[in-house]
């Protein structure tokens, strides 16, 4: 029989057995009262409440219990079980969702959450979410109002439009917007522009989920007014343009633009309904970079209805904005499927303040991120690059070199995905006196960069781990990277 043991710090919980190590058996553990009682654990409960403490060290004591029947439970282990237990506390509660340093040289990354928002939309955030507001309340008439109304002024005052209505996201903008106008009916869409993007979003899909029978027409390559003319019948009810925002296709191309097809639709006396995807609400080209469709631009063209994302090229949150014919949107915002995707409190307040961010227009660069961002300039970037190589080059030698480099990064999110940004960076390569092992060494720095207290994403190109610096904040995110140099050494030692 074992002397029962006391709790009291000993090795990491989890390490192998040795033949050295004496085994724990199931009768050894202790029972979860008795755990709760140690004075190690006490404070756990003044601090997190006594059901959740005592819920983890059920969860503990059980796989604590399934590893002893295996002999694989030490009596360091069982000493140490006061400590994994505030373990498992701080886990359990810790976010998942967490800050991360974009070092990928894409700034709007789908997968790292798209547009980061202005500090003027985070306080009106917290100020509205933070009491009751008047989501659905009219002020001045004192009744009830529509939700729609708190950014529809702005959307028609930025873009011309005679309406607009938000859901919460482009994906869902389309599909109740096709749903509305031309459910049970035909849609017309030009093969070259039945697109798929992220998760498996596919045109002809959503057509199908709208109830709309697509009408394809014009090849892969190339699309004719002729081609929609000669499509156009009884059937039809909506005359579509997609922007295609995430390919590209060159040599004999052709399509036909939204100012061409608007009155092909008009004497047919159908919409025509285009999705921008990106939207842009600014000409990109004043900063020197590559333009991108309006919604200001195709409503003057003759379009009906227009799309467009919130997080993306706006700098917002993810929203679907639609724009367009007074008559039209009306009847997309009465569509039964609209309540079900109508944008929550949370990002419509957001929305309204990137919205007015709009309103000043020579402000842009200095108040909207996204714009900040893409608009940063490159010898600013290089000057941040020089600065951290020294620190850089501390924390990962003697296992890596670390050079600045010139870079070529993306705007992001399905955005021009040809064109690329100039931009500037660290590049760190293995020192191995040959290739063997490179990969290796690479997923252990990427590991190490993605375990640090505030996670440091970058991307490896030809054999080495590039950072492109164009979205480090110098204010906000470098001081943060520099504080993490010394702990990154530390894993890499």
Request: aromatic letters at 2%; a neutral charge.
């Amino acid at each position: 029989m074992k002397p029962e043991a006391s709790m009291v710090h000993g090795p990491t919980a989890g390490s192998p057995v040795r033949s050295s190590d004496p085994v724990a058996a199931p009768k050894d553990l202790p029972s979860v009262d008795r755990l709760l009682r140690d004075p190690a654990v006490t404070h756990l409960m003044a601090r997190h409440g006594h059901a959740f403490v005592a819920a983890e060290a059920r969860r503990l004591l059980e796989s604590s219990r399934e590893r002893a029947l295996t002999d694989a439970l030490t009596v360091d282990e069982l000493h140490r079980l006061p400590v994994e237990l505030e373990r498992h506390c701080v886990e359990r509660l810790a976010p998942r969702m967490r800050r991360v340093i974009n070092l990928t040289g894409t700034v709007l990354h789908t997968n790292l959450g798209r547009a980061l928002l202005a500090d003027e939309a985070l306080r009106h955030v917290l100020a509205c979410m933070s009491s009751p507001n008047n989501l659905e309340f009219d002020l001045a008439r004192g009744e009830r109002g529509d939700r729609d109304s708190l950014v529809e002024s702005l959307l028609c005052d930025i873009t011309g439009a005679e309406a607009a209505t938000v859901v919460n996201n482009n994906a869902a903008a389309v599909l109740l917007g096709i749903a509305a106008l031309a459910g049970g009916k035909e849609a017309v869409v030009s093969r070259g522009e039945l697109v798929e993007i992220g998760g498996a979003f596919r045109m002809p899909d959503v057509m199908a989920a709208a109830g709309a029978r697509l009408v394809e027409v014009g090849t892969t390559n190339r699309t004719h007014a002729r081609d929609y003319e000669s499509a156009i019948g009884p059937g039809t009810a909506l005359l579509m343009k997609v922007h295609t925002s995430n390919y590209a296709i060159h040599g004999f191309t052709s399509s036909v633009s939204e100012a061409e097809l608007a009155p092909i639709a008009k004497a047919a006396g159908v919409p025509l309904m285009t999705d921008l995807g990106s939207g842009s609400l600014v000409d990109l080209a004043q900063w020197g970079l590559p333009a991108e469709p309006l919604p200001q631009a195709m409503l003057a063209d003759g379009c009906d209805v227009v799309t467009f994302s919130g997080d993306k090229l706006l700098g917002g949150p993810q929203a679907g904005l639609i724009v367009g014919r007074r008559d039209l949107v009306q009847k997309i915002r009465k569509f039964p499927m609209k309540r079900a995707l109508r944008l929550s409190k949370l990002p419509m307040a957001a929305l309204e303040a990137t919205l007015r961010l709009y309103l000043q227009p020579d402000r842009l660069t200095q108040d909207l991120p996204t714009l900040r961002l893409l608009t940063r300039p490159v010898d600013q970037i290089e000057a941040q690059a020089q600065r951290l190589l020294s620190r850089v080059e501390e924390a990962v030698a003697p296992r890596f070199d670390a050079r600045v480099s010139a870079m070529r990064g993306q705007i992001g999110s399905g955005s021009l995905p040809v064109e690329t940004l100039p931009s500037a960076g660290l590049v760190l390569t293995p020192r191995l006196p040959g290739k063997r092992g490179t990969g290796r060494a690479l997923d252990e720095l990427l590991t190490a960069l993605r375990s640090l207290p505030l996670p440091v994403i970058a991307r490896v190109q030809a054999d080495e781990l590039w950072m492109d610096l164009r979205c480090l904040d110098e204010a906000r995110e470098e001081p943060d990277f520099i504080e993490q140099l010394a702990r990154l050494k530390e894993s890499l030692a």
